[in-house]
């Protein structure tokens, strides 16, 4: 066997180890984020169908004007990454923190803006009058914790981009562990509701940012980065995070048209489309895992001049994306007998569930390729592509998801439209991958 075969023979194997690495534990971090919003569905869905109605509009606005931002964690690991794979660690953290600064002004901005409009955004998505008031009082007590949820982000980012997915693991497991503490006690223990189950969500959410500045803020003094916040540092972070942000806008903008489509089916329809949309995001975040190791690997091979490297580990994450899929999508299949009743005991409800949720499962192997490569194209800087893309899938996605209730469809039409729109996102992210032109080397991306 000649040396050169023995080398590729070789290399996937070493891509499988690094993969691994860094992708089990984000999976575990990336799995405990969205339990958060599973932990509320699941105790409040027991309060009523008001309730959860409630919390179906409720959190989808949340978690957009949260998910928003997610360039936060995005840009930042690929930038710090970059700086890794060149050798400059100072210089790595030094961008993080500017991140950090940025993630904290755009919270504090957001939440005093969410707070007065509240009542309005919620009847913009068309919540049922008894289902309106619920929702405005999870909206509004959840705002107050968007500061750290943004923080959490940034830190995330930069532990990432620092080749660490191990301490995001740990921190995510205890934020879901007093999550579900704090929303079973204030819920039902104090009997506060579904106003429980929102303080509950942000004493979890603050103190997960605490420890997440903890760890960085020692690392930054650990080697000589400065804490302050630099206004030319946190400009700069703004103006690579926009085009990741108009992509994420256009992304949630899918989303919220299909909670919008679905409130407007009924009280039974929207509460059943929170509890798909509520796994399909848990699988979305599992499947990112991959992507988050792809992010951080990207980015290091491009910032140390290795295109060939880069080229390679991209090829091995997509099969590794392809896999994935196919094993989530099978488990979701054998599972859905007993997941059903453990969101709802409304037959109604899980009457008008089971089979959006069969068309959720069977769209996961699509997913997992679109996951994989939006993870390499934002290791390696490709924001811009990724924004132009996410607009063209919305122009696909919108007329046929409004079409669903125009026609006569329901619950299962809209997830056949939301698998149309997977589809769309693998179309425009494959031929990117194969141009080859996200290949760009060195420390920051020119």
Known sequence: MSEALARRQRAPRRHDREILALALPAFGALVAEPLFVLADTAIVGHLGTGQLAGLAVAAPLLTTAVGVFVFLAYATTAAVSRRVGAGDLPSAIRQGMDGIWLALLLGTVLALAVLPTAPALVRLFGASPDSAPYAITYLRISALGIPAMLAVLAATGVLRGLQNTRTPLYVAVG?????????????????????????GTVAAQCAMAAVYLAVVVRGARRHGASLRPDAAGIRACARAGVPLLVRTLALRAVLMIATAVAARLGDREVAAHQVVLALWNLLAFALDAIAIAGQSIIGRHLGAEDADGARAACRRMVQWGIATGVALGVLVVAARPLLVPLFTSDATVQDALLPALLVAALSQPVAGVVFVLDGVLMGAGDGPYLAGAMLVVLAVFTPTALLVPVLGGGLTALWWAMALMMAARLVTLWLRARSGRWLVTGAVRG
């Open 175 to 199: 934020g879901f562990a007093a999550n579900g503490v704090l929303n079973l006690a204030l819920v039902y223990g104090a009997g506060w509701g579904i106003a429980g189950s929102a303080w």
